[in-house]
T-cell receptor, first 116, second 111 residues
Framework: DGGITQSPKYLFRKEGQNVTLSCEQN?????MYWYRQDPGQGLRLIYYSQIVNDFQKGDIAEGYSVSREKKESFPLTVTSAQKNPTAFYLCASSIGQGASGANVLTFGAGSRLTVL | EDKVVQSPLSLVVHEGDTVTLNCSYEVTNFRSLLWYKQEKKAPTFLFML????IEKKSGRLSSILDKKELFSILNITATQTGDSAVYLC???????????FGQGTRLTINP
């Protein structure tokens, strides 16, 4: 089945540690996204990538980093510079640029990060 | 700044009731509006709306867009406990290659 796989589902981290969340898709989608979800705030865009080896900052990129070395993979690193990293992180993908609806997102099941 | 606002933020009804969820938006260059349902983890796609006044329907769910007044509604008739979820509204902005999401409406259906 085609889809998006995020891992780990749950992650605990001590303050000051970097952590990397994995996102892999087999949908052959060009575009990939990382969103953060906090209670009462909906989804906020962290980073997105339209093609391999290129990515753009979203609305809340500070304290995060990404890479896009392969079309299928878009890992997110939460660095120690992120002041409030405890959240639910959602990875998504879409067909990409083109006609209306090209940005209809397919989501992964999410990763819940808790900083102790 | 592009903005999407949903209301109510939370709603509790009894099974069998009909509910209406609201989504209003202010964006620089509107392309489409999307509704998603999030039960536990991954949001799942419900509808995409691009034209005013044309209702999209899927079973007991329906949605319509008003591009003049800049809002959309999602209706659910004869609600069931399985409709309990967070419903997310998002707007696709022309040229921005991304979606702007609202805060979501948490719908709880009691038996």
């Amino acid at each position: 089945d085609g889809g998006i796989t995020q891992s780990p589902k749950y992650l605990f981290r001590k303050e000051g540690q970097n952590v990397t969340l994995s996102c892999e898709q087999n949908l052959n989608h060009d575009a990939m996204y990382w969103y953060r979800q906090d209670p009462g705030q909906g989804l906020r865009l962290i980073y997105y990538s339209q093609i391999v080896n290129d990515f753009q900052k979203g609305d809340i990129a500070e304290g995060y980093s990404v890479s896009r070395e392969k079309k299928e993979s878009f890992p997110l690193t939460v660095t120690s510079a992120q002041k409030n990293p405890t959240a639910f992180y959602l990875c998504a993908s879409s067909i990409g640029q083109g006609a209306s609806g090209a940005n209809v997102l397919t989501f992964g099941a999410g990763s819940r990060l808790t900083v102790l | 700044e592009d903005k999407v606002v949903q209301s109510p933020l939370s709603l509790v009804v009894h099974e069998g009731d009909t509910v209406t969820l609201n989504c209003s938006y202010e964006v620089t260059n509107f392309r489409s509006l999307l509704w998603y349902k999030q039960e536990k983890k991954a949001p799942t796609f419900l509808f995409m709306l691009t034209s005013s006044g044309i209702e999209k329907k899927s079973g007991r769910l329906s949605s319509i867009l008003d591009k003049k007044e800049l809002f959309s509604i999602l209706n659910i008739t004869a609600t069931q406990t399985g409709d309990s979820a967070v419903y997310l509204c998002a707007v696709e902005v022309q040229g921005a290659q991304k979606l702007v999401f609202g805060q979501g409406t948490r719908l709880t259906i009691n038996p």
